[in-house]
């Protein structure tokens, strides 16, 4: 049993008492699929980021008197019909399609959460003006607004995260305004707003942590859509271009070749899944281990 | 012969944490035309073990490990889940607790009314619409043909319940099992609908069994009962056994803890009143250009220092939005408010801060007052050094004194508040409210959602620290008792208006309102003190 004096000299061993963040860590760490998704996306990160030194070959060199051929010694995963090693391919491309993943959906999470958060929390005629806008901008199609930013501005892999991002906040917005809508009358918050905390630590001490659940599950479907998206626009020929490749544009590719040659398709496939499968694990992880309620063993 | 005789009924519940015994050998008869009540707080089994005659309990986790419920000459608990649907709500119906979500917000009550007709009898949409008709004019409700095409919304909670009461009965059912039908009322509501079920328990000769945690409530009604804890009855006998004379300890912390006592009388010399309200008036906007609702219609007080104010009043009277329009948490229409001398009514929140370390407020749900994300230790914390009360360093020591305050152990503080029993959350509100040493604290209902036993508990606590930290108190309540129990002096309120105001004892011995009369009579219980 554990003495009051005790207790105090543990409470003083933490000087910020019990933060969600931690505590949540805490119990991430004892989901073994959650770790295990977690311990895979770092894997596909570093070796992404290491590419250039450690990728077998270049990613545009071709082999063309090789052709398409299935894996082997000298090429693990094969080749492509051009003869480019498959592997280089899908180490670049993977490069490209987790840096569109994190970031656009990275854009859409900081835009979404805090206009949604406003609106939600303020309410009124603000909430009226901001949600309008936001069906504004659901109201123009996707393509002509990124073909336009790309026009414009010519292609350039950034204002392609960007465009991405600029379009899927708007249903992270939504979300969080409900959320925020529904919470912002509990009594706890009229509590905060009695003991004097301004609004906008209302929001983020109190609000916003209570709306994760469903901001981390929207989070998780968002990563997967966009790197589809990029892989639409790549095939467009508004995005990534040959001899560039993404995991999209090489699953696009692998389906036009899928009869002949099976592992153009299988392996950048493989590469999509598991790592969407790993955010999946550590999306619901990190759901679970932010509500205190779902189970402190 | 009992209608229904229940043998030993175990019903456990298995779970990860191991086996849960919520109900655990009970026995019961309930006869045609009497009571049977179960009284227990929350926890304690009894709707557990209603539920489990009927199959309503979940299966698993839950379990019924033993017993025998004998039904017209069947064993209910042996019965297959079909041969069960045609006792449910045919010869066994339940009267839910909360009339607000007991009914299908989308089918109007005439359709839901029928639906239990329907489908056990047959009998055509036309003859099931006028017996609808009947029995709704039979619980009281005016225009029955009318209200049979409305929707639920557009019904009172008394009136809602009426209706649930009305779709309980419509099968004519020899049992009905009442649980908590009036906990979600109003006390002159309340008074109403006990009556009712009284009128039509003697006239359709229906057993009743009815649950309640609120022991006055039963005085009135009941002719047998048992009071349960833990899954088991631990008394049981006619009501004025068990009112007379408690054979266990338990049953007379229960009867105990029902406040029923007068705060002796003080004069408070004070000549300043901390806080001054001045013809004050709040509207809120309402739909389609009607008037605006007046929530609080031309109120003036004042309170004094280091007294209790009990604030008294139906729901809808206006008592909550007052209190927190005293303390800004909402803008008043027109009107003054002073605070210590000071006028705030028009202050801007910004300028509302350092005044806000003054005054503080306590609400109803303490499951809905602590924000779920945030530990004990931080939700104490935060206020501590918003207000720069303490240092970073000297935290840990404050936020184990303001525990100690509030009765909590230290070794609780890093929990959540879900690990919590709603007693204990409401002490954790009450330690955020003290934590800033205010002068002032509303206290909105502070006791209304807890067990009866806790109930005393967490007054006597809020007693203890009025006293301790010389606090002034605005006790807004709906139930006299309590107001009784701890306040100085009185004031009701009905439709955003004040009705009454005095002492304690004027109010209670001299009401000069009718209002204040008729709430006085709805007071549940009085069989009791007589």
Redesign the interface.
Do not use: I
């Given at each position: 049993m554990?003495t009051?004096t005790s207790?105090?000299s543990s409470?003083?061993a933490m000087?910020k008492?019990?933060?969600?963040w931690r505590?949540a860590w805490l119990r991430l760490r004892k989901n073994k699929l959650a770790m295990f998704g977690l311990g895979f996306l770092l894997l596909v990160m570093v070796v992404c980021l290491l590419t250039p030194w450690i990728a077998p070959y270049g990613y545009e060199e071709q082999d063309l008197r090789l052709g398409a051929v299935s894996p082997s010694a000298a090429h693990w995963l094969g080749t492509d019909t051009f003869g480019r090693d498959l592997l280089t391919r899908i180490l670049y491309g993977g490069r490209v399609s987790l840096l569109v993943g994190f970031v656009a959906t990275a854009v859409a999470l900081v835009i979404g959460v805090a206009y949604g958060a406003i609106a939600g929390y303020v309410g009124g005629k603000l909430d009226a003006v901001m949600m309008r806008f936001v069906d504004i901008l659901y109201a123009l199609p996707i393509m002509i607004f990124i073909i336009l930013l790309m026009v414009v501005f010519g292609r350039n892999l950034l204002l392609l995260f960007l465009a991405i991002g600029a379009i899927e906040w708007l249903t992270m917005a939504r979300i969080v305004r409900s959320q925020v809508q529904n919470l912002r009358d509990?009594?706890?918050v009229?509590?905060?707003?009695?003991?004097?905390?301004?609004?906008s630590a209302i929001v983020v001490?109190?609000l916003i942590?209570?709306a994760?659940g469903p901001i981390i599950v929207y989070t998780t479907l968002t990563i997967p859509s966009v790197m589809l998206l990029e892989a639409f626009l790549s095939f467009l020929g508004l995005g990534i271009q040959p001899p560039e490749s993404s995991w999209g544009l090489l699953i696009s590719y692998g389906v036009e070749t899928m009869e002949e040659y099976p592992w153009l398709l299988i392996f950048p496939g493989l590469a999509l899944s598991l790592t969407l499968f790993s955010l999946n694990f550590l999306g619901d992880g990190l759901r679970d281990a932010?509500?205190?309620?779902a189970s402190?063993d | 012969m009992p209608l229904l005789q229940v043998t030993d009924l175990s019903v456990y519940f298995h779970t990860r944490n191991g086996v849960l015994k919520a109900v655990d050998g009970i026995s019961f008869e309930v006869e045609a035309g009497k009571t049977f009540a179960i009284i227990g707080e929350s926890g304690s089994g009894k709707s557990v073990a209603c539920y489990s005659m009927l199959g309503l309990v979940p299966m698993p986790p839950g379990k019924i490990e033993a017993g025998r419920v004998l039904f017209e000459g069947k064993d209910l608990l042996t019965l297959s889940e079909a041969k069960l649907r045609k006792i449910r709500g045919k010869g066994i119906s339940i009267i839910f607790q909360d009339p607000m979500t007991s009914l299908n917000p989308f089918l109007t009550v005439g359709d839901q009314l029928i639906e239990p007709l329907r489908l056990h009898f047959p009998i055509s949409k036309k003859e099931a619409w006028n017996k609808g008709i009947e029995i709704l004019e039979e619980v009281g409700i005016k225009n029955a043909a009318q209200r049979m095409c409305s929707w639920p919304f557009e019904f009172s909670g008394g009136m809602r319940q009426r209706v649930v009461i009305a779709m309980a009965l419509v099968t004519e059912p020899k049992i009905i099992i009442a649980d908590e039908p009036t906990t979600a009322l109003d006390v002159t509501v309340q008074a109403q609908i006990l009556k009712l079920l009284k009128e039509l328990q003697e006239k359709r000769n229906i057993g009743v069994i009815f649950i309640s945690h609120d022991l006055s409530v039963v005085a009135d009604i009941a002719d047998q009962m048992a009071v349960m804890q833990n899954g088991r009855f631990v008394e049981q006998g006619t009501r004025d056994e068990i009112f007379t004379n408690p054979q266990h300890d338990y049953t007379r912390k229960l009867l105990a803890a029902v406040p029923n006592f007068e705060k002796p009388e003080q004069e408070n010399k004070s000549e300043q009143n901390l806080v001054e309200v001045e013809s004050l008036h709040i509207q809120f906007p309402s739909n389609r250009g009607e008037a605006p609702i007046k929530a609080v219609d031309d109120v003036s007080l004042d309170i004094k220092p280091n007294e209790i104010l009990g604030l008294v009043g139906e729901s809808g009277s206006g008592k909550s939005t007052l209190g927190r329009a005293i303390i800004r948490l909402l803008n008043p229409t027109s009107g003054k408010i002073r605070f210590d001398g000071q006028d705030i009514t028009r202050l801007s929140m910004a300028e509302m801060k350092p005044l806000r370390r003054q005054m503080q407020i306590i609400f109803q749900d303490p499951y809905a007052s602590l924000n779920p994300r945030m530990a004990v230790y931080d939700t104490l914390a935060e206020p501590l050094l918003l207000h720069k009360i303490v240092t970073k360093k000297d935290l840990d020591g404050a936020v184990c004194s303001l525990m100690d305050s509030v009765g909590l152990s230290r070794e609780s503080v890093l929990r959540y508040p879900h690990e919590f029993s709603g007693g204990q959350r409401q002490r954790i509100a009450i330690g955020r409210a003290i934590a800033t040493k205010p002068g002032f604290i509303i206290a909105d209902e502070p006791v209304s959602s807890l067990d009866v036993t806790i109930q005393a508990q967490i007054l006597d606590l809020l007693l203890e620290l009025v006293e301790r930290f010389n606090l002034t108190m605005l006790f807004i309540s709906h139930d006299l008792g309590v107001v009784r129990y701890l306040a100085d002096r009185i004031l009701v309120m009905k439709e955003g208006k004040l009705v009454e105001h005095g002492t304690v004892h004027q109010v209670f011995n001299s009401p000069r309102e009718v209002y204040t009369q008729e709430l006085l009579n709805a007071i549940p219980g009085r069989t009791l003190t007589d």
């Open positions: 554990a009051s207790t105090e409470l003083l000087p008492g019990v933060s969600l505590d509990q009594e706890f009229e509590a905060a707003m009695s003991l004097g905390l301004s609004p001490k109190h942590p209570n994760l932010l509500d205190p309620k402190r | -």
